[in-house]
């Protein structure tokens, strides 16, 4: 099938299989491999990216369910080498180990700041809970979300 899909602010047309999840349309097609696939079954959250402006795990989506759609992903976040406010708060932070989700925490915590400016830990704690970590214990990826929220947000 062909679709039609805007990364990041730029169309790509493509033939893909029915059956190509978004997250292997990123990747493999486009070739924007910052979106992370960790457990194919929307468990760990590392595929999260904005689906015309909603949070979504790419690997739950198939590419067709994209078409005519805008996908953002965290390559999208920066704007050329200065970094998103939540890019820059898990950098301040600490709120990263091995790194590998934190494309996916990043993109979650945005959706949850665009939702809630001004969240509690445990609001923060609860907005990210199906976004998983193996290194960091979550309290500087908490840290981060809430001194980007501090800083006034991801406006």
């Known amino acids: 099938m062909q679709i039609t899909v805007t990364v990041n602010g730029v169309e790509h047309t493509r033939d893909v299989e029915p059956r190509t999840l978004l997250v292997q ?91 809630n400016p001004n969240p509690t830990e445990r609001e923060v704690r609860l907005g990210l809970e199906g976004n998983l970590c193996r290194c960091t214990g979550y309290h500087n990826i908490v840290k981060s979300v809430l001194a980007c929220a501090a800083e006034g947000g991801v406006q």
């Open 25 to 115: 349309f990123l990747r493999e097609d486009i070739g924007l491999t910052g979106t992370n696939i960790g457990c194919d079954t929307s468990s760990c959250g590392a595929c999260t990216i904005h689906l015309d402006g909603e949070s979504a795990k790419s690997c739950t989506v198939l590419a067709v369910q994209a078409d005519g759609r805008s996908v953002t992903t965290i390559e999208g976040l920066a704007d050329g080498d200065e970094l998103h406010p939540m890019q820059r708060a898990f950098q301040q932070n600490h709120g990263l180990q091995c790194g590998y989700c934190t494309p996916g925490m990043v993109m979650a915590a945005v959706s949850l700041l665009d939702e």
